[in-house]
């Protein structure tokens, strides 16, 4: 049965639609084993340092959408990521040579006295003087704690000054409390998008769309020979642009931790097939996505030939990389599908890989295909992970497991993670670019990068010797899951 309803005003979170957890501690293939069986159960712990909040994700995606406004209906303190997002928005456009514009945000400063009376009005009023301002051809409402707890009808608001003014005003309900999976806040963001602003498709098109963040632009390349044009959604669209994706010969998701709602939703209700291997990482994963999508684009001829050619660049070069690295250990933290795709890429290069500190997971994806499960592919190809720990970004848990095992580099998908390697002296590689490492070249971007942060370890050891560690003797001796109890998975051979 599917959990696409777009005629709900609210997308169903993951615990329940996807039974995603945050909790794990075991080895990867111990996690699929439990998944597949349908006995994966999430662990709590009894002690959090921190989590991530939907809002905050859901935000992300909307914040970025060129000619929309974003009013964020909560107490000021949860606008204050709004300085760095308007931050990539800038620097997204000057990569893109866009006229430069700073983002549009907006929040309805919800106050105590508010939480007694609500805030409806000022909501309302807050919209009103948005669009007088600026004539934004989209208002999207993203809602908080605040706003639920005292139980103010945004969607009532939204469809009544979508009437009096002329354009989609979308309530996105991301509060922070309904989901402990962050990722929730995308299926949010996308879920507003499909429900309010694209339409019926009026013929199909030649493009494709790719579902990213703000990453380089590396798919014109690799779709111009095939006879296809991206169509990168949803940083840096327009509201014209995103009503008609649902014309689309296809869609990419660069992660399905980040697409997986967005990509079935354009399939089951627009039929937009969506490209259901696991992102194209690594060179037997490359192989396997590009087939899939010279399938769906009915180019399997023309498919075969860049795989080939291909091989003959990357292959070469590759095996270079892999005597250097010969012998090297390398640890990973990451969002799920990505760091499943950095072990691959890794393993591919010949690292070692001592074990992978990932943010959540699902067991499975909204597609429904088990082939999509980019962690089997990553087993099935390269073997088992050991050290796999399933964390939200407990810096606590981190900085036990560096501690003892001691890789020769830590690779991190997020900033925040990086500084916990450093301090440890532990060469640690940050890219924020999602796709510079998809597809063959992807492989030779990272080993480049890697080498290089291997070479260039006198930062890290001297800032090792000089800096100090919040964590006590007293936790860096106990377990690193010491404080991981409640359910645990069961294991079913």
Known sequence: MSNINIKSPEVQIREVRLGSIIGFEGTAGELVRCARAGNLQDKSRSFSQCMGCSSRNAFCQLSMIKDAVVINHAPVGCSGDFFGFN???????????????????????????DTIFGATQKLEATIREVYSRLKPNAVFITTSCASSIIGDDVESVANNLTDELG???????????????WTTGFDSAYHSIVRK?????????????????????????????????PNYIVPFSTIADLEYISEAAATIQ?????????????EEI??????????????SGTDDWMRELGKVLGRQEEVEKIIVKEHIRVIPILEEYRDKFNGKTAYVTAGASHGHALIALLRELGLSVQGAAIFHHDPVYDNGEPDSDTLLHTINTYGDVHNYNVCNKQAFELVNILNRIRPDIMIARHGGMTLWGAKLGIPTLLIGDEQFGFGYQGVLNYAERILETLDNREFVSNLAKHSSMPYTKWWLDQSPFSFLGGNVHVEVY
């Open 87 to 113: 931050f990539t928005y800038r620097v997204g456009q000057m990569e893109r040579n866009l006229p430069p514009a700073i983002g549009r945000y907006f929040n309805t400063n919800i106050e105590e006295k």
């Open 167 to 181: 354009i989609p005003v979308v309530a996105c309900f991301c509060e922070g409390f309904r989901s402990k999976i």
């Open 254 to 266: 660069i992660c399905p931790t980040l697409g997986t709602y967005f990509g079935a939703a354009l």
């Open 270 to 283: 627009y039929g937009v097939p969506e490209i259901k291997a696991p992102p194209a990482y690594g060179i």
């Open 197 to 229: 602003i694209v339409k019926p498709p009026r013929k199909k098109s030649n493009k494709v769309n790719i579902i990213n963040f703000w990453g380089s632009h590396i798919f014109d390349e690799l779709l111009k020979p095939l006879g296809y044009e």
